[in-house]
């Protein structure tokens, strides 16, 4: 099994910064793409930034240029640094990755129990 455990999260305030923590742990053989994922009261969860094992990096288009994603795979910790934030960047943001087990085949997807990020004055 893999648990992830989020980080970071609190109240900031507007055109303020928060960078997110998210580690992976158990009986971990490797980790394929991980990514940061959010929910808002009323909407569907949506995803954020991705990255892969090898760096590459794909956002949405709400947090281009805005929020910057990365990892550290000797460490199977990821990040989210969070910059010029929002009142509508408010959300539970949730880490997740794939990843495969020394007992598994295949990768699965994992989630964590995700973090609060409010952003208001």
């Known amino acids: 099994q893999v648990q992830l455990v989020e980080s970071g999260g609190g109240l900031v305030q507007p055109g303020g910064s928060l960078r997110l923590s998210c580690a992976a742990s158990?009986?971990?053989?490797?980790?394929?793409?991980m990514g940061w994922y959010r929910q808002s009261p009323g909407n569907e969860r949506e995803v954020v930034a991705t990255?892969?094992?090898?760096?590459?990096?794909n956002y949405a288009d709400s947090v281009k240029g805005r929020f910057t994603i990365s990892r550290d795979n000797a460490k199977n910790t990821m990040y989210l640094q969070m910059s010029a934030l929002k009142p509508d960047d408010t959300a539970v943001y949730y880490c997740?990755?794939?990843?495969?087990?020394?007992?598994?085949?295949?990768?699965?997807?994992?989630w964590g129990q995700g973090t609060q990020v409010t952003v208001s004055s």
């Open positions: 990255i892969t094992r090898g760096g590459t990096t």
């Open positions: 997740q990755c794939r990843a495969r087990t020394y007992s598994g085949y295949t990768g699965n997807d994992y």
């Open positions: 158990g009986s971990i053989f490797v980790v394929y793409t």
